[in-house]
């Protein structure tokens, strides 16, 4: 406890950290005595009250995560609601027919049921025995025989064995009626060399078992509709939970002198005005509730859509409609929409062509008919979630083809539609929707006085259980200073759950740079007037406090090696923010429904004792408990005052040229987000012999190669693509 109260002074160490663990294991045991399925600092009870059914045999079962933490006004215990995903419990042909979406129970894929039930525990009835399943009969529960020792010896003294099949060893030996067992396979839950059979119908999975493969898109989408909670009834839920968890009985907390208010902490906060946007012809643009419309409104900086043509891959619509209505709703946005060179419909002989091998046809087409590359394509896509076309066709035409182009599902095309579809276009092909007033004026305090590089930088996984999929990193960098607007990404591969970017600086030799600062750093200069900048701010991403030293240590560590590789004079001011969305601390109106004002900014009692670090609630939550950012300062080399600083992370929230809010992160994150999940699309398709490790060799230790990102093309390197 003496360590934590140092803690709380500002004095830090191991042992602080090493004490709130302790604590924190206290908590996990208290709530393992109670039964709960632990998962991290999250506890899930056993009460079906709980479970929320997602589809496909998974329920969404929802729970508590609770954690002790050093705050300014003292130890606090964070708690919040948490949803983890667990099989569904009960019959297992139940889960069988729901997870795979079929018929009944003979229409199952036994070879994938295998591998979905290995090492899940069940109970056997009658005797409601527990084990765990370690695989299927190799034949059905009526072909299926094992060695049954007879209870009366022979002359010798030996048990007696016979052969019997297991339907029959339940039927006729322990008279259990089978009704529909006898022609699946049997769960067995023995050692390989003694196997141990059971018929399926007598099999029922326990409950709170974790489901951690990814979910489907639809899986999803229904969980996010059934966990969500307007902070009313959010605070209810963990006022009661308090309650039920009953932490002050816990003798080992009292042992600690621990004991635990029941009444959620006050903090005052403070509403920052939204920032002053402007749109074409110079006029205002004025903000409600983190919300704004182009109606009647011209685009600030609107390209020319020309050189252009419709792509569609068999999706069903009136596509001249689309094109007359586009024309129009462009004209009243600034936008000159010319006329299409031409639409190409996918030849239906490849429709149900692998889409590698549809995209490759459409190129072929295209290519034949338009007399020059086009400047940009439309894309017609005949499902709107996860189709398998998109990631080639991206790949196509943003590494090989050089050319920018816009996909939509058209299924509901309106005008407020095909306004949302022109912010993407008008951004990806050099334009600007709206801008800060500041940023003309130019007056942002400290980035508009001296030459400020932007960087945003993220790295994304693959999915739990794809252990060998390369991870993506993504920085995006601000361009054209003075704007803090528009923005350009550069994406690499790097080793599997690697969350340190290791090719910001990578030196091939004396004279020579591949990382991605180079990169970033060249074209700040070449889009800015021959400008260097004299400061760089790092918004970074997705990282936990344990790993705020490697940041410094390691990413920033690279972005100055490659600043002192291209002038080794140049010594730029360095800022570096760490912006976290996945915490557990909310904030709730006291005597209001509703959720908190954009612009909220929380700076006190719950914030770190000494570092500093502040929470942001920039954008308007519609729907649920809004999810503020927590935002670390690491470095401040510049000497923002609080203030500004607070003041630029907000107006950095509205800049984002996707959509007519502000954002609940800075704009450079969200799109260094957008860019790797789009880059990661390309490698879904990746040829598994271009990505073997005998073309590129093997890395050290012996593992695989990480396949390298394709190149974007010239054309396309600073477009802002992923918008």
């Known amino acids: 406890m003496q360590a934590i109260a140092n803690a709380l002074r500002g004095q830090e160490s191991e042992n602080s950290q090493e004490a709130l663990r302790v604590l924190d294991i206290i908590l996990r045991q208290h709530a393992a005595k109670q039964g709960c399925l632990l998962v991290r600092q999250s506890f899930f009870h056993n009460d079906p009250k709980n479970f929320s059914d997602v589809g496909g045999g998974v329920l969404g079962c929802r729970g508590f995560h609770s954690s002790f ?123 390989p060399k003694r196997p141990t059979y059971f018929p399926v119908e007598l099999c029922s999975l326990v409950s709170l078992q974790r489901y951690t493969k990814a979910l489907s898109t639809l899986q999803r989408a229904s969980l996010v509709e059934k966990s969500r909670q307007k902070p009313q009834e959010r605070m209810s839920v963990l006022s009661n939970a308090l309650k039920i968890n009953k932490y002050d009985s816990e003798p080992m907390l009292r042992a600690c002198g621990v004991s635990i208010n029941n009444n959620f902490t006050q903090v005052e906060g403070r509403v920052l005005p939204a920032p002053k946007l402007k749109v074409g012809n110079g006029e205002d ?7 704004w419309n182009f109606n009647n409104k011209r685009f600030v900086n609107a390209c020319k859509v020309e050189r252009w043509a419709v792509v569609n891959f068999s999706a ?83 590494s090989e083809f050089g050319v920018v182009t816009q996909c939509l599902a058209p299924q509901r095309v309106n005008d407020q539609y095909l306004t949302n579809l022109l912010l993407k276009i008008n951004a990806k092909l050099g334009g600007l929707n709206s801008v800060l007033a500041s940023e003309l004026s130019p007056t942002i305090p400290m980035v508009s006085k001296l030459p400020t590089l932007i960087l945003g930088m993220d790295v994304s996984h693959g999915s739990p259980g794809q252990s060998d999929i390369p991870s993506i990193a993504a920085v995006v960098s601000s361009r054209q200073w003075p704007s803090v607007s528009r923005y350009r ?132 939550g519609m729907i649920g408990t809004t999810r503020p950012t927590h935002y670390h300062v690491l470095l401040d080399e510049m000497g923002f005052s609080t203030d ?69 093309s010239e054309s396309v390197r600073n477009s802002m693509f992923f918008c």
């Open 69 to 191: 933490r050093t705050t300014q006004s003292g130890l606090s215990l964070n708690i919040d609601v948490s949803t983890t995903m667990i099989i569904q419990p009960g019959d297992v042909a139940n889960f069988l027919v729901a997870n795979q979406n079929c018929r009944d129970p003979f229409s199952v894929d036994w070879a994938k049921a295998k591998r979905t039930l290995k090492n899940l525990r069940i109970t056997v009835s009658p005797t409601n025995q527990e084990f765990k399943i370690t695989g299927l009969s190799e034949k059905s529960c009526r072909e299926q025989t094992f060695t049954l020792k007879q209870k009366s010896k022979d002359g010798d003294g030996e048990f007696q064995t016979t052969e019997v099949t297991v339907y029959d060893y339940f039927v006729n030996q322990r008279n259990i009626d089978l009704r529909f067992s006898a022609d699946l396979p049997c769960i067995n839950v023995g050692k």
């Open 285 to 291: 643009l004025f903000t409600r509730n983190g919300r």
């Open 316 to 398: 069903r619509c009136d596509v001249r409609g689309l094109i007359r209505d586009l024309i129009k709703v462009g004209e009243s946005k600034g936008i000159i929409v010319e006329d299409p060179f031409d639409v190409f419909e996918e030849n239906q002989q490849f429709r149900r062509a692998p889409p590698m091998v549809r995209v490759e046809k459409m190129f072929e087409e295209v290519q034949s008919k338009l007399p020059g590359p086009p400047k940009f394509l439309l894309c017609l896509l005949p499902e709107r979630k996860n189709c398998a076309l998109y990631g080639p066709w991206k790949r196509k035409n943003l």
């Open 489 to 620: 990404a550069c994406v690499r591969t790097q080793s599997p759950k690697m969350e340190m970017i290791d090719s910001l600086f990578k030196r091939v030799s004396d004279s020579e740079d591949d990382g991605i600062m180079r990169e970033a750093l060249l074209d700040f200069y070449v889009s800015s007037g021959k400008r260097k900048p004299d400061q760089i701010i790092i918004f970074r991403d997705g990282v936990s406090e344990s790993q705020f030293n490697q940041v410094l240590n390691i990413e920033l560590s690279q972005i100055i090696e490659a600043c002192k590789f291209l002038d080794e004079k140049w010594n730029p001011k360095f800022v570096v923010i760490i912006a976290q969305k996945n915490h557990h601390t909310k904030f709730f109106q006291p005597n209001s429904p509703d959720n908190v004002q954009p612009g909220t900014v929380i700076d006190n009692k719950v914030c770190h004792p000494r570092n500093n670090d502040f929470y942001l609630c920039a954008h308007a």
């Open 644 to 712: 500004d600083l607070q003041e630029l992370v907000h107006s950095l929230s509205y800049v984002y040229q996707r959509s007519t809010t502000a954002i609940s992160i800075v704009a450079p994150i969200c799109y260094a987000h957008l860019a790797a999940t789009q880059l990661g699309q390309w490698m879904k398709f990746e040829d598994t012999s271009e990505t073997s490790s005998s073309l590129n060799g093997a890395a050290p230790g012996g593992a695989p190669a990480v396949p390298p990102m394709p190149k974007l």
